[in-house]
């Protein structure tokens, strides 16, 4: 697949969110290509990716980490990047997407 770069100005408004404030309302993990699949097994819960995550998207108490918040996740990887343990791992959404197809379906 080729894309075509354009200038900013010929870029088409994608959407357009007016009101400051509102990202609890805006459940932006529907724009995520990639998701962080946690190995719990690896986990140390040392937190950094807590620390790291630019989207408040990691559910903390002051000795665990929990599962992402895929409400809000938008995928940008930081989190596996700076886990010093290897615990997570960028997977497709659409490879998540079709396998859970492939179970539902049987
Ligand atoms: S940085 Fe890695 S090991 Fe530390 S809490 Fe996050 S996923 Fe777990
Ligand atoms: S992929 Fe990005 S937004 Fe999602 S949990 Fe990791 S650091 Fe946060």
Excluded at 73 to 81: D, R
């Amino acid at each position: 697949m080729s894309y075509e770069l354009k200038p900013w100005h010929e870029i088409p408004v994608g959407s357009i969110v007016p009101e400051a404030g509102s990202s609890k309302v805006n459940k932006t993990g529907s724009w995520r290509m990639l998701r962080p699949v946690l190995n719990y097994d690896k986990c140390t819960h040392c937190l950094i990716c807590w620390i790291f995550c630019p989207d408040d998207s990691i559910p903390v108490s002051p000795k665990e980490r929990f599962e992402t918040d895929f409400d809000y996740c938008k995928g940008c990887g930081i989190c596996a990047v700076e886990c010093p343990y290897n615990a997570l791992e960028m997977v497709p959404e659409m490879e998540i997407k079709l396998k859970e197809l492939e179970e539902q379906l049987g």
